[in-house]
Nanobody, 123 residues
Framework: QVQLVESGGGLVQAGGSLRLSCATS????????MGWFRQAPGKEREFVAY??????YYADSGKGRFTISRDNAKNTVYLQMDSLKSEDTAVYYC??????????????????WGQGTQVTVSS
């Protein structure tokens, strides 16, 4: 089991940037695929980005603007978000999946979740 704690959310103007962090503990994340999801008010939780040990995958909404990365030595995963839009406003969640070599966007494939961090983009 992996414990995850997100941080770095906040209020930012449209066009600005934020860097989210996901600090993990418990089992080492080097054997896990890691993902970021988000949930806006009244909407379902949706996939944002995935990283394995050698590849990344993004939802169309974040391609070219978001960058996921990981530091296995620090057991931390990051999501750099640039050119933010008002529609990016949501609670962002970090999650771990045993699918460590093939990307997955399916929520039920992720076994461990953080508590989320709020991102609010003002227009």
């Amino acid at each position: 089991q992996v414990q995850l704690v997100e941080s770095g959310g906040g209020l930012v103007q449209a066009g600005g940037s934020l860097r989210l962090s996901c600090a993990t503990s418990g089992r080492t994340i080097s054997s896990y695929g890691m993902g970021w999801f988000r949930q806006a008010p009244g909407k379902e939780r949706e996939f944002v980005a995935y990283i394995s040990w050698r590849s990344t995958y993004y939802a169309d909404s974040g391609k070219g603007r978001f960058t996921i990365s990981r530091d296995n030595a620090k057991n931390t995963v990051y999501l750099q978000m640039d050119s933010l839009k008002s529609e990016d406003t949501a609670v962002y969640y970090c999650a771990a999946t045993p699918f460590s070599s093939k990307w997955t966007i399916t929520l039920r494939d992720y076994t461990d979740w953080g508590q989320g961090t709020q991102v609010t983009v003002s227009s």
